[in-house]
């Protein structure tokens, strides 16, 4: 986590005696990775978070691969996918490895249970809606565009004041900003895109002291399991230390420009395990006179490359759409389309916003998102050739 916070009352050393006004104990957690030695924070509970009165399997969720595994570039539009389902229960599938899983869900309703991954990391990016996320540690405002960083474990429920979709990524190791960005001490450097004032922290407890029946649901073996608490498991009074949910939207990102071209680690927002994510954001374009502002063609050996596409203008592509993702594997080059090159010299600025993910290992394609597949798209760069499959939305 990027710093040390604290909310509401703690006590004054960890591990010592510390009592609510009618004389018994608060009940102290830890909450940390790493076996003791990781970022942890410690959770002071009204309740003990132990008292679970039944467990059960829901459901499997495996993630499942596309037989075909013909080589080739594609193109999914999540636009047409059908607002529906829950925020936690109902995600597709889109792209995956055993680092990381790209998942869409665009929920139409508020979930009951809360929720948390025990066996991974989400980082979900907000591509609409707004409200607010609650969790033991307070209540997490979003708003479009926000990248919410909700570290395994923690638990969470959101509430939406407007309609959302969801990009969630979902990583097997930890994720964190990248490691050149921070100084010794942890602290981002100046060189940095952004620094500790654009990362927002939940800065308002809420304390729920309710009994009853309260269900979690957690993913853990690849599937979903149900625990119901006999208390509301927001019952935190205050909590300290540097594990905690996080929030930074994608418009806090300071571009980093130059005379020429920039390859994209400039764009790097975080740093996963086996994966990275950047940030395309508005910004001016290269200013050498000569500059050529699109991209120079490329071979991502050893990353599949995976791109969002949170507005419908991106400098190198023509025929993806907002919501379009693209998946250009290792193996073959890709590049600007064709009149892209040679129309981008002269401009000034671009407006394009786009989510990016390269993994270090193939991706695979969820059999879920090809309903949403753009067949044509790897001979988008043929000119007079088949071009893109008319958008559907
Ligand atoms: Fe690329």
């Not at 009853?212 to 300290?240: C, M, R, T």
């Not at 740093?271 to 063609?297: K, L, M, T, W």
């Amino acid at each position: 986590m990027p710093y040390y916070h604290t909310l509401g009352q703690i006590p004054r050393k960890r591990h010592i005696a510390f009592r609510k006004p009618d004389g018994s104990l608060y009940h102290e957690q830890l909450v940390g990775i790493e076996g003791f030695t990781g970022p942890a924070a410690l959770l002071y509970h009204l309740y003990p978070p132990t008292t679970v009165q039944s467990v059960r399997r829901v459901r499997e969720t495996p993630y499942e691969a596309d037989p075909d595994k013909t080589l080739r570039h594609r193109h999914f539009r999540t636009a047409p996918i059908t607002r529906g389902g829950s925020p936690t229960l109902d995600r597709v599938p889109m792209l995956f490895n055993t680092d990381i899983a790209m998942l869409y869900v665009a929920p139409e309703k508020e979930d009951e249970h809360f929720y948390r991954n025990a066996q991974g990391d989400e980082v979900v990016y907000v591509a609409e809606g707004e409200g607010t996320l609650e969790t033991q540690y307070g209540d997490l405002p979003f708003t479009r565009g926000d990248y919410l960083v909700l570290h395994r474990h923690i638990l969470h429920r959101y509430r939406f004041t407007k309609p959302a979709k969801l990009l969630v990524m979902e990583s097997r190791g930890h994720v964190r900003p990248p490691s050149r960005y921070l100084n010794a001490v942890g602290q981002l450097v100046e060189g940095a895109p952004y620094s500790e004032r654009d990362i927002r922290v939940p800065r308002e407890l809420k304390t729920h002291d309710v009994t009853g029946e309260f269900p979690i649901i957690i993913k853990q073996y690849n599937g979903l399991n149900e625990i119901v608490l006999d208390h509301h498991p927001l019952d935190v009074i205050g909590w300290d230390g540097q594990f905690y949910p996080w929030a930074f939207n994608i418009h806090d990102f300071e571009p980093i420009v130059g005379r020429v071209h920039q390859p994209p680690p400039v764009h790097q927002t975080f740093q996963g395990d086996g994966f990275v994510i950047c940030s395309f954001c508005p910004r001016p374009y290269d200013f050498h006179p000569e500059a050529i502002p699109a991209p120079y063609n490329h071979s991502n050996v050893d990353s599949d490359e995976v791109l969002f596409y949170a507005s419908s203008e991106f400098m190198s592509r023509k025929g993806i759409e907002y919501g379009s993702i693209t998946h250009h594997p290792d193996g073959i080059p890709h590049g600007p389309h064709p009149g892209r090159y040679e129309a981008s010299i002269g401009q000034t600025h671009t407006n394009e916003l786009a989510v990016m993910m390269d993994s270090f290992r193939p991706l695979k394609v969820a059999k879920a998102i090809l309903p949403y597949e753009d067949p044509k798209y790897m001979y988008s760069w043929v000119e007079g050739g088949q071009g893109f499959a008319p958008p559907t939305s």
